[in-house]
């Protein structure tokens, strides 16, 4: 009885550890072949037969002005936090999509503190600039405010 009982269980783990799977295995290989259609074009796959228009892309530099190093913060093409040295600007194409191009896709840059020149700590100066033409322009000291705009 006891050989049946151990002969009993052994089958049904056995059956239980293969039975699972049940879909065929994908390599590394096979997942990036299909993935690497919509990560080439950098737009997200369309479903459902609905399109998103996209309106007209814009040149968007952000920059920050000052001296030494400083902490960023800013929401560009991507989104970061990172500490840089001064001045620092980067720059993208952005093309607002759907309902971006009504309200706008929000350009931020939030500047951390820099040493001024009499040894204060003061916020750092900040601006951004849409097809060479400055739209938002911050500078350096007390007020920490950000430099935010929406690109439309």
């Keep these: 009885m006891r050989r ?6 052994f089958l049904l783990t056995a059956a239980l550890l293969t039975g699972c799977g049940g879909a ?5 290989d096979d997942a990036e072949a299909s993935g690497s259609a919509a990560q080439e074009s950098g737009k997200p796959k369309e479903t459902g037969g609905d399109t998103v228009e996209e309106g007209p ?14 902490k960023v913060m800013y929401t560009l093409d991507d989104s ?3 500490e840089v040295d001064l001045p620092w600007s980067k720059t993208a194409t952005l093309a607002p999509r759907g309902a ?11 500047p951390g503190t820099m ?12 601006s951004i600039v849409v097809d060479g033409k400055t739209v938002v322009e911050h500078e350096s000291g007390p007020s920490t405010k950000p430099c935010s705009y929406k690109v439309k």
């Design 4 to 9: 049946t009982l151990t002969a009993t269980a």
């Design 24 to 28: 065929e295995e994908k390599t590394a």
């Design 57 to 70: 892309s814009h040149e968007v530099t952000i920059k920050v002005e000052g001296t030494g190093r400083s």
């Design 80 to 82: 970061d936090f990172e």
């Design 100 to 110: 971006e191009s009504k309200v706008g896709r929000l350009v931020l840059v939030t």
């Design 115 to 126: 040493t001024a020149a009499d040894g204060m700590l003061v916020a750092a100066g900040c």
